[in-house]
């Protein structure tokens, strides 16, 4: 009977052990994810920056331009505007303030502080096919008045 229970307390602890090296390895390489993607967007190197966004990335500005409303840009959209150089091309100090995995999604927060702006941005991750990428993101942006 105490071999039984040894066992079986050995399995769990095995179990519990693997789950909490995965979750710690995915968060990882989400966190790496995130700091490559961040510079490819700032070098407003498109081809890199797309290999980080799922197929139905979508972007929500939230009171853009001060306008009181909503802005829903598709990965098309977002990837022209960097394209056009309206995202992008200013280096940006990261700062991760936040990264929580659970299986195959994460949600990540970051601070990403430049010369003229401050964005805080919250991206949602999906795993598909052992591949991290990025389908949401709904950056908070506030203007640095520099006097």
Known sequence: MKKILFI????????VTYAQ????MNKQIIETLIRIYASAVDAQDIA???KFLDKDFR??????NNSGSSAILSREQYLGMMK??????????LRILFTDVHEAAA????ELKGEK???????NLINTNGQWLIVHDIPQI??????
């Open 107 to 110: 949600v990540v927060k970051v």
């Open 84 to 93: 056009a150089g309206k995202v992008g091309g200013n280096k940006r100090e």
């Open 117 to 123: 702006s401050i964005f805080t941005n919250y991206y």
């Open 21 to 24: 090296n995965k979750s710690k």
């Open 142 to 147: 506030i203007t640095i008045n520099n006097q």
């Open 8 to 15: 079986a307390l050995l399995s769990v602890t095995v179990t």
């Open 48 to 50: 890199a920056a797309e």
């Open 59 to 64: 972007v929500v500005l939230n009171n853009y």
